[in-house]
């Protein structure tokens, strides 16, 4: 019902800046949560930031609080997150999803997910 397709990885060195896009098609009415998350090397996948789609109400985690900012583009159905002084623990693929759930922070509250882009921190 829902396709997601990220862009916008890359390699940059640490104090860089990457900007990272995600397109939404189909059915996206009852999606009222885009959330950003990312998988490090042998590491789980966490949330980054997510944003409501009708309040534009942001909320991130605290590692990233006042460097990444998300916002969305209703008319183009589009969703970004600008990552301003990257660093190392950054490098991941990055996942955009939705979900009907408001304010979601857990994987599991999540209804579709893109496949990913990579996002490599150079030191």
């Known amino acids: 019902q829902v396709q997601l397709v990220e862009s916008g990885g890359g390699l940059v060195q640490a104090g860089g800046s990457l900007r990272l896009s995600c397109a939404a098609s189909g059915r996206t009415y009852s999606q009222y949560t885009m959330g950003w998350f990312r998988q490090g090397p042998g590491k789980e996948r966490e949330f980054v930031s997510g944003?409501?789609?009708?309040?534009?109400?942001?909320f991130y985690r605290d590692s990233v609080r006042g460097r990444f900012t998300i916002s969305r583009d209703n008319a183009k159905n589009t969703v970004a997150l600008q990552m301003n002084s990257l660093k190392p623990e950054d490098t991941a693929v990055y996942y955009c999803a939705s979900s009907a759930t408001v304010g979601a922070r857990a994987a599991d509250r999540y209804d579709y997910w893109g496949q990913g882009t990579q996002v490599t921190v150079s030191s």
């Open positions: 944003i409501n789609r009708l309040s534009g109400t942001t």
